[in-house]
Nanobody, 123 residues
Framework: QVQLVESGGGLVQAGGSLRLSCVASGSNFRINAMGWYRQAPGKQRELVATITSDGTTSYADSVKGRFTISRDNTKNTVYLQMNSLKPEDTAVYSC?????????????????WGQGTQVTVSS
C-alpha cells in the first residue's frame, strides 16, 4: 500500500513562514493530483491548494498570494510554502494524493491521506 507522511508544522508568529512537506512511500504506485487541506477547531475541513501531475495549481482565495504549492515527482513529495501567516491560518494541515496502485495485473485508484500536522500562528 501507500502511506503519506507530513512534516514541517509548528508554532510561528503572525507574518512568519512555514514549509510543509508530504512524502508518499510504498511501491507499485503512480501519483496523480496532490493537495493540501486544513481543518481548524470547530470548523469544516477546507481545501487549501492542489497541484496536478503536470504542475497546474489552484488555491483557496484565502491563501492566494501567500501560499505556494509545489511537488517533486522524483521524490514523491508535495510541499506547501506558507508566507505572511495569519492567526486564522491556525489549523491541522493534511495532504492527500490521488494514487494509482498497481501491485500486479490491473490498477486501482484511491485517494490517500496523511495524518496531519499542526500549524499554529500566534498574534
Amino acid at each position: 500500500q501507500v502511506q503519506l507522511v507530513e512534516s514541517g508544522g509548528g508554532l510561528v508568529q503572525a507574518g512568519g513562514s512555514l514549509r510543509l512537506s508530504c512524502v508518499a512511500s510504498g511501491s507499485n504506485f503512480r501519483i496523480n493530483a496532490m493537495g493540501w487541506y486544513r481543518q481548524a477547531p470547530g470548523k469544516q475541513r477546507e481545501l487549501v491548494a492542489t497541484i496536478t501531475s503536470d504542475g497546474t495549481t489552484s488555491y483557496a482565495d484565502s491563501v492566494k498570494g501567500r501560499f505556494t504549492i509545489s511537488r517533486d515527482n522524483t521524490k514523491n513529495t508535495v510541499y506547501l510554502q506558507m508566507n505572511s501567516l495569519k492567526p486564522e491560518d491556525t489549523a491541522v494541515y493534511s495532504c492527500n494524493a490521488d494514487i494509482l496502485f498497481c501491485p500486479g495485473i490491473g490498477c486501482t485508484g484511491s485517494r490517500y491521506w496523511g495524518q496531519g500536522t499542526q500549524v499554529t500562528v500566534s498574534s
